[in-house]
């Protein structure tokens, strides 16, 4: 009798004890599955460009004033709040390079298709507008831009969540009116 007691003993001590080893074990399974989740979601592009990047040369200086491009939503991806105080518009060419552009007049970023709020929705499509002549202005470094023929420049938008989508291109040649960067 004795030894039947001590063997039930051990069997509930046994499974108690597997029980909370099963436990653990789903708990943290679901941790990892859940910081595998956010990994993927900063690291996947949440916007995209849609269309091609126009740069413009209003006064004929053969120096672009504005570049312009399109943006939308990745496909399957959430609402990206396109906000000041949540995205970060930086800006390089071989002259200058401006982490944050994104005030209003150095850039910034207009709804063309939407609702009317500031977050970008899946079917919504936004416009981002970099006024170069404000850019070299603000940063007192030149008094006209001197972008030109075949240099490069970069655009990067960079939301709050998601990878930043940077926009890379050279000017061509010859500085038209109008130009289609592709």
């Known amino acids: 009798m004795e030894t039947a007691i001590i063997l039930i003993a051990f069997v509930i001590v046994a499974a108690a004890f597997a029980f909370t ?4 074990g789903v708990q ?3 941790k990892s599955k859940e910081v595998i989740g956010t990994g993927l979601a900063e690291a996947s592009s949440v916007i995209e460009l849609d269309g091609s990047v126009i740069a413009y ?5 053969d120096a672009p004033d504005r570049i312009q491009f399109y943006i939308k939503t990745s496909a399957g991806k959430h609402p990206v709040d396109l906000s ?8 390089t060419d071989p002259y200058i390079h401006v982490d944050n552009i994104y005030d209003g007049t150095q850039a910034n970023i207009t709804e063309v298709i939407g609702d009317g709020d ?4 899946y079917g919504e499509k936004f416009k981002v507008t970099v006024d170069l ?4 202005t603000n ?11 075949n240099d490069k420049f970069s655009v990067e938008v960079k939301p709050s969540v998601g990878s ?12 038209d009116p109008v130009m289609d960067l592709g």
């Open 164 to 175: 930043v989508l940077t926009v890379t291109r050279y000017m061509p040649p010859t500085i």
């Open 133 to 136: 002549t404000q850019t070299y």
């Open 57 to 61: 040369d209003t006064d004929n200086d």
């Open 28 to 30: 943290t399974s679901q």
């Open 21 to 24: 080893v099963l436990n653990m």
């Open 139 to 149: 940063e007192g470094t030149y008094s006209s831009v001197q972008l030109g023929a």
């Open 118 to 121: 500031q977050m970008l929705e």
């Open 84 to 91: 000041q105080n949540t995205v970060a518009i930086a800006y």
